[in-house]
């Protein structure tokens, strides 16, 4: 078994500790410092886009060097230690069963919409204060198509492709983007450089992410008859790209046209109303057991791409 296979399955059993030494929280706290000891008030804002640049590559270079350096020293041990090891540090960049888990624990509470919209607001960077139900679902199954390639099928492909330094690498990309690539006044240009690695980053990932979630609605049309895989592929080329993002669009729109719903339109972030493109068609009512499945169809196309992308040909690559 690849460790590749094996951080998966550690995922899938355990999923994400809370800690404060969970290494994608110690990565952001390493961003913070950085933001907080460079970044200043700057006249030009080639300055400030060159110096977000270099808090780019110091916190990328550094998680990647940090991860060489495990490596090493897990090399000194058994193999069957060594890879072990590797896994278990590997689990950490995959986020299938937080995912998961997560979505499905906003169904849960639908009963209570407070309490629903507050377990929807640790997933989501929207206003959840005001959203009624179908808001809520409707912000569920955005963060869990675009959270499929971010933060799973990703990671899968930077490990299977660069082991694990380079699904590291991907870790700090991706976190950057969460915590300095946003498009507003404070990080327009101190976070361009990040916002823009995380899209290179994440363009093949997102559409092998897309790819899967059709494969996946085809094997389990057998038992769910509703699903439309036929116009997942339809919608997926079609509105891809009306999304803010050049790649989250994608995997949102896959799912958009296997359920036959409709994703997008107004949502509200900092108490500004921004109003996104729609993505595929309202044929269908979104509901709680669109998610449930849509759950279903994420986890299966986490196995499919594991089991493609973790095969010894690939792992192959990265020398693990």
Known sequence: MTPLLLAFLIDLAIGDPSSRLHPIILIGRLIS????????????????????????????????????????????????ISSSLIALAGSFTIS???????????????????????????????DTKNLDKQAILRAAIETLSENASDGIIAPIFYFAIGGLPLAFAY????????MIGYKNEKYLYFGKVAARLDDIANFIPSRITGL?????????????????????????????????SPNAGIPESAVAGIF????????????????KPYIGDDLNFLNDAVILTAIKIVKLAAILGVLIMGSRGLSSLAGV
């Open 33 to 80: 410092f950085f933001e907080r000891f460079l970044r200043k008030s700057y006249r030009s804002h080639l300055i400030e886009i060159l110096i977000g640049g270099i808090v780019v590559i110091l916190v990328v270079g550094i998680t990647y060097f940090i991860s060489l350096i495990f490596i090493n020293i897990t090399n000194k041990f058994d193999i069957i």
């Open 96 to 126: 299938t069963k937080s995912l998961c888990s997560h979505v499905k624990r906003v169904i849960n509470k639908l009963d209570n919409l407070d309490q629903a919209r507050k377990a929807l607001s640790l997933i989501v960077g929207r």
């Open 171 to 178: 870790k700090a990309i991706n976190t950057l983007d969460s």
């Open 212 to 244: 899967l979630l059709i494969v996946s609605s085809f094997i389990l049309k057998i038992k769910y008859i509703e699903l439309k895989p036929l116009n997942g592929i339809k919608i997926m080329f079609r509105d891809g790209q009306n999304h803010t």
């Open 260 to 275: 036959g719903i409709r994703l997008g339109g107004p949502s509200i972030y900092d108490g500004k109303v921004i109003n």
